[in-house]
């Protein structure tokens, strides 16, 4: 069976401070996915990314980036010069292959950004 | 284009009311999956479907029942509403498995917000 821990519940920082979030998954299969979900306030779940397992480069999109490294099992999220519309809960997921049963989530990091 | 939708948003109910939340995309995924979201337990699995007419459960299928009729439309139904069914439910859908048989992205509805009272 698969997990994704999300040991963060909730954090808590000043804008414009950067932030990680980590995430920690178990699996047994060699081929998966793994994805970031953001549930703002409005409550609906957008896609950030998805990286495979075969891909463990690093991505950087805008203030976002994404470090997945196999070796300790974690693909976290770092948020850079953070700001208060990143406020939101944030999930992990895993997909392994075959597993048409959908995703396995994490249980969410609700990230709050002060002004 | 509106990708995926659902209603109602909203819906209050009564225990042991029939109650049908509605699921519409227009991407022609083949792919569809209920889940329901609670504190403390994230977002779980009920039900999925790999195209129409086939329907599997996920992890939390129990009261629940869903029907595939038309690829784009994948509706769900507390049979007899209890208490422990107010939630908030989403809807996803995505293409067939690709790459080596891997789940491909879920692209996710808004959500109903269901009260069982």
């Known amino acids: 069976a698969q997990k994704v821990t999300q040991a963060q519940t909730e954090i808590s920082v000043v804008e414009k401070e950067d932030v990680t979030l980590d995430c920690v998954y178990e699996?047994?299969?060699?081929?998966?996915?793994l994805f970031w979900y953001k549930q703002p306030p409005s409550g609906e779940l957008v896609f950030l990314i998805r990286?495979?397992?075969?891909?463990?480069q690093n991505e950087i999109s805008g203030r976002y980036s994404w470090n997945f490294q196999k070796s300790t099992s974690s693909f976290n999220f770092t948020i850079t010069a953070s700001q208060v519309v990143d406020s939101a809960v944030y999930f992990c997921a895993l997909s392994v292959a075959g597993g048409a049963d959908g995703l396995t989530f994490g249980k969410g990091t609700h990230l709050i950004i002060q002004p | 284009d509106a990708g995926i939708t659902q209603s109602p948003r909203y819906k209050i109910t009564e225990t042991g009311r029939q109650v049908t939340l509605m699921c519409h995309q227009t991407w022609s995924h083949s792919y569809m999956f209920w889940y329901r979201q609670d504190l403390g337990h994230g977002l779980r699995l009920i039900y999925y479907?790999?195209?129409?007419?086939?329907?599997d459960k996920g992890e939390v299928p129990d009261g629940y029942v869903v029907s595939r009729s038309k690829t784009e439309n994948f509706p769900l139904t507390l049979e007899s509403a209890t208490r422990s069914q107010t939630s908030v439910y989403f809807c996803a859908s995505s293409e067939s498995p690709g790459l080596a048989g891997l789940q491909e992205t879920q692209y996710f509805g808004p959500g109903t917000r269901l009260l069982v009272l």
């Open positions: 479907s790999a195209a129409a007419d086939i329907t």
């Open positions: 990286r495979n397992s075969f891909d463990e």
């Open positions: 699996t047994r299969d060699t081929t998966y996915y």
